[in-house]
T-cell receptor, first 117, second 110 residues
Framework: KAGVTQTPRYLIKTRGQQVTLSCSPISGHRSVSWYQQTPGQGLQFLFEYFSETQRNKGNFPGRFSGRQFSNSRSEMNVSTLELGDSALYLC????????????????FGAGSRLTVL | DAKTTQPTSMDCAEGRAANLPCNHSTISGNEYVYWYRQIHSQGPQYIIHGLKNNETNEMASLIITEDRKSSTLILPHATLRDTAVYYCIVPGGSQGNLIFGKGTKLSVKP
């Protein structure tokens, strides 16, 4: 079956702009979670959506937001971009019924690499 | 902060077993231990997970101590393609977030 698809794979923005990234989960998966990966901070959890509702949230400023649609596809948005937002943004999908605290295996996409100039 | 502690890096000879330790001393009784790996610039890949019992699949074995405070991921016959960063994860935080930490960089050498 098709994996997790993230678009775009690469993009370049300038400070102050905003960006929207898209994630299409594996068919049948209802949970989508987002992560930011930088060389300095490693892989950090942003938020998780399940059945169109934000279920978990990491420690990121309000400039980072997301949403999930009825078909489980998810988007994340970063407004007023800063240089420090340059990173690999990963999404992962899972069946999600048990939440992170249960037996919940994540399948990751290849990521969207954002460069902010 | 991360609820797991892993060595920063390890080396392993090709064909030998790679044993990657993880300390999770604050794990709760109903929390699972997951292992993922990330090959350079790719998305992390699921390897295995467990709760109390040892687990084995086609990729690896997971040995969890009886007190559940630590575990070891075993790659029985490491190949060059197993060179990656390995993350041991226990769901953490008041909101059930996933905290990856920095992982262990495993280098498999010929």
């Amino acid at each position: 079956k098709a994996g997790v698809t993230q678009t775009p794979r690469y993009l370049i923005k300038t400070r102050g702009q905003q960006v929207t990234l898209s994630c299409s989960p594996i068919s049948g998966h209802r949970s989508v979670s987002w992560y930011q990966q930088t060389p300095g901070q490693g892989l950090q959890f942003l938020f998780e959506y399940f059945s169109e509702t934000q279920r978990n949230k990491g420690n990121f400023p309000g400039r980072f937001s997301g949403r999930q649609f009825s078909n489980s596809r998810s988007e994340m948005n970063v407004s007023t971009l800063e240089l420090g937002d340059s990173a690999l943004y990963l999404c992962a999908s899972s069946s999600g019924a048990a939440g992170f605290s249960g037996a919940n295996v994540l399948t990751f996409g290849a990521g969207s690499r954002l460069t902010v100039l | 902060d991360a609820k797991t502690t892993q060595p920063t890096s390890m080396d392993c000879a090709e064909g030998r077993a790679a044993n990657l330790p993880c300390n999770h001393s604050t794990i709760s009784g109903n929390e699972y231990v997951y292992w993922y790996r990330q090959i350079h610039s790719q998305g992390p890949q699921y390897i295995i997970h467990g709760l109390k019992n040892n687990e084995t699949n086609e990729m690896a074995s997971l040995i969890i101590t009886e007190d559940r405070k630590s575990s070891t991921l075993i790659l029985p016959h490491a190949t060059l393609r197993d060179t990656a960063v390995y993350y041991c994860i226990v769901p953490g935080g008041s909101q059930g977030n996933l905290i990856f930490g920095k992982g262990t960089k495993l280098s498999v050498k010929p």
